[in-house]
């Protein structure tokens, strides 16, 4: 069974500052697919990044960035220059590849204080 | 790009009774559905998928029976859940895919459901 571990319950950060959220995995799969999930307070579930495992490269959007650790099952969200519309849950999640269904974790509250 | 219409966004019956939530994709044919529940401050629990024209597969746990789900058309899957009782109020979120894999998944917004 595929596990997804978010150990920061909630964390806050001040605006323009950078803050990174912690995700950590177990599976035995290879092949798979890693997202951070951004849910506002107006519940829509926002899809923030997603790494596919058999790429080395970390990816990025804009101002978000992962650090994929494959061995060490680690998929930590870097959000640079942090705005007051960050503000949400963030939810980091495991799909096996091939099979439509995500396995999330328990959430991280981000609060982007002005 | 990819729209999920939920309705309603909330929706207040009492015990006993029954509530639908539909869930629509506007611009795009969904394929497969999927139902999810959010307790308050917990993560997204999946309790059924559902392709088009098929019985939805439910996971462990979730009651079949109780909750009801229909994917009759490309665009709309409905989630009922029957003889609702306190413990049912929650947070049901849809997600719709086309074409499946990793680019495929909309969310809709959510419907809060209180049963009284």
């Known amino acids: 069974a595929q596990t997804v571990t978010q150990s920061q319950p909630e964390m806050s950060v001040q605006e323009a500052e950078t803050v990174t959220l912690s995700c950590t995995y177990d599976?035995?799969?290879?092949?798979?697919?890693l997202f951070w999930y951004k849910q506002p307070p107006s519940r829509q579930m926002i899809l923030v990044i997603r790494q596919e495992a058999y790429k080395q490269q970390n990816a990025t959007e804009n101002r978000f960035s992962v650090n994929f650790q494959k061995a060490a099952k680690s998929f930590s969200l870097k959000i640079s220059d942090s705005q007051l519309g960050d503000t949400a849950m963030y939810f980091c999640?495991?799909?096996?590849?091939?099979?439509?269904?995500?396995?999330f974790g328990s959430g991280t509250k981000l609060n982007v204080k002005p | 790009g990819a729209v999920v219409s939920q309705h309603p966004s909330r929706v207040i019956c009492k015990s006993g009774t029954s509530v639908k939530i539909e869930c629509r994709s506007l611009d795009f044919q969904a394929t497969t559905m999927f139902w999810y529940r959010q307790f308050p401050k917990k993560s997204l629990m999946l309790m059924a998928t559902s392709n088009e024209g098929s019985k939805a597969t439910y996971e462990q746990g979730v009651e079949k029976d109780k909750f009801l789900i229909n994917h009759a058309s490309l665009t709309l899957s409905t989630l009922t859940v029957t003889s609702a009782h306190p413990e049912d109020s929650s947070f049901y979120i849809c997600s719709a895919t086309q074409q499946g894999g990793v680019y495929g998944y909309t969310f809709g917004s959510g419907t809060r459901l209180t049963v009284v």
């Open positions: 599976t035995s799969e290879n092949n798979y697919y």
């Open positions: 999640a495991f799909m096996k590849r091939g099979f439509n269904k995500f396995y």
